[in-house]
C-alpha cells in the first residue's frame, strides 16, 4: 500500500470487499418451470388414471348386476319360487369380501324390476345420474336489474353475484344462471381465469391455521390524473384474506415498505412471518446484507420469507387482491392527490374486508374469520359507489352492522382457545 495516493488505497479497499462480497446464487428460469411443468404432467398423468378407473368401476358395477339378474331369471326358468330365487341368487353373490360389490335381496328385487320395465333389456341397469331433468327458475326483473349494475359497475363474475344475492337476501340462484342472464343481456360471459394456468404451471395451495401466523406483502404501481406514479404497499392476511392494510406512497423503497410493516403491526398485532417476493425494495441482492424492510423485521422478531424465484403465485393472496383493487376501484375512478387515493382505498378496505364476500372463504367476508364475528349486510348496503341505490327503496331494503374495529388484541381474543399451530 506504500506509494499509493489516499484515494487509491480506499479504491483498492472497496475491490477487495466486492471480491469477497458472496451474491445469491442466480436460480435460471428455465429450469424452475421445466420442473414445474413436471409436477403438472403427473398431476395430469394422476387425474386420468383416476377417471380411467372410475369409468372401469361403473363397467364392472353394470356387469356385476347384468350377472346377478340373469342368474335370477335362470333359476325362474327352472320354476323355482321368487323367494326362493332371490334367496339362492343372494347366497351366491352376497358380499364376503371388503372390495366386493354390496348386495342386498330387495336390491336384487329391484334390479328385476327395471330389467322387466325395460322390456326384458339390461341398460336399465347403468347406474343413472342423480341430477334431474328439468330445473326451472324464473328472476325477477329487480334481480336482473342488480346482476346487471353489479357486473358492469364493479365485474363481478357469476357465481360471486349468485353468492352475492344470497348472503344480502336478494335472491337464490346459482351462478351459471348469472351467465345465462349476461348473455341474455348481452354483457361478457367468459368468467375470470389465471393466465398461468394455461402455461402447464402445477399451483400449490395452503391456509395457515389461524390468522396472524403469516403476513403477504406485495405492491401496486397506479397514475394519479396528471399521470404521477404512486405505489399502493399491500399487507394480508394469510388464514383470513383480511387485508390490514394499503398504504400508499410516490417511492417504491424499503424504507416505504418498513413503514407500512410498522403500521401494519400497530393496527393489528405482530404476525410470525411475512411473505413478499425478492424486489429490492423487500430484500437484499447481497448475502448477509438486509434493507431497511428486513432490519424492521428483525426489530418486531418477524421471520422474512420470500417466493422462489419465477413463482408469484407463492404470494397469490396478495396478488388476488390487488387484481379485485384494481378492477373495483382503480379502474373506475381517477385520483387527483395522494390524499384522495388513500382515502378511496381506505373506504374500499372497509367495504372488502367486512361486507364483501370472498371465494376462498366460502363466500364469508375476511372479518368473521379474522375477528371472529359476522358482520350482518342486507341488500344493496355498504357497496361503494351504489349508495343512490341502496337510499331508493325501489331496490329493497338496505342495512348493515357497522364495521368491526380491528386492534392488536383482536386475534388474541379470537384465539384464546386455540392452541398455537402453524
Known sequence: MKGKTKAERQQARKLKRRKEAKRKAKVHKNRVLAYRRQIDRARRARRRREQREHTQKRQRKFKFRVKVVRYFHQLRELEVSEKEAVEMTYEKYRPREQWHFSLS????????????????????????????????????VKVI?????????????????????????????????????????GLSVKPYALKGKSAGIAYRRYEKSRPNIQWHMDLKQSKLAEGTTVYICIVIDDHSRYVLLALVGLEKTASFTAQAVKEAVDKAGQPLEIMTDNGREFSSPWEESKTEFGRQLDKFNIAHLTSPPYYPQANGKAEAFIKSLSRELLSRYTFTTVTQLQTAVDEFLVFYNNYRAHSSLGWQA????????????????????????????????????????????TVQNRNALIPLMV
Open 366 to 409: 375476511p372479518v368473521t374469520r379474522f375477528a371472529g364475528r359476522a358482520v350482518r349486510v342486507q341488500g344493496l348496503a355498504a357497496i361503494p359507489g351504489l349508495e343512490p341505490m341502496a337510499a331508493d327503496p325501489r331496490w329493497g331494503l338496505a342495512y348493515c352492522d357497522p364495521p368491526v374495529e380491528i386492534t392488536p388484541t
Open 105 to 140: 335381496p330387495s336390491t336384487i328385487r329391484n334390479w328385476v324390476r327395471q330389467v322387466r320395465k325395460a322390456n326384458g333389456h339390461y341398460h336399465g341397469l347403468r347406474p343413472k345420474s342423480c341430477r334431474p331433468k328439468k330445473i326451472t327458475y324464473q328472476v325477477s
Open 145 to 185: 336489474g342488480i346482476i346487471f349494475t353489479w357486473r358492469h359497475q364493479l365485474n363481478w363474475g357469476g357465481h360471486r353475484i349468485a353468492a352475492e344475492l344470497e348472503q344480502r337476501g336478494i335472491a337464490k340462484i346459482s351462478g351459471r344462471t348469472v351467465y345465462k342472464i349476461f348473455d341474455r343481456l
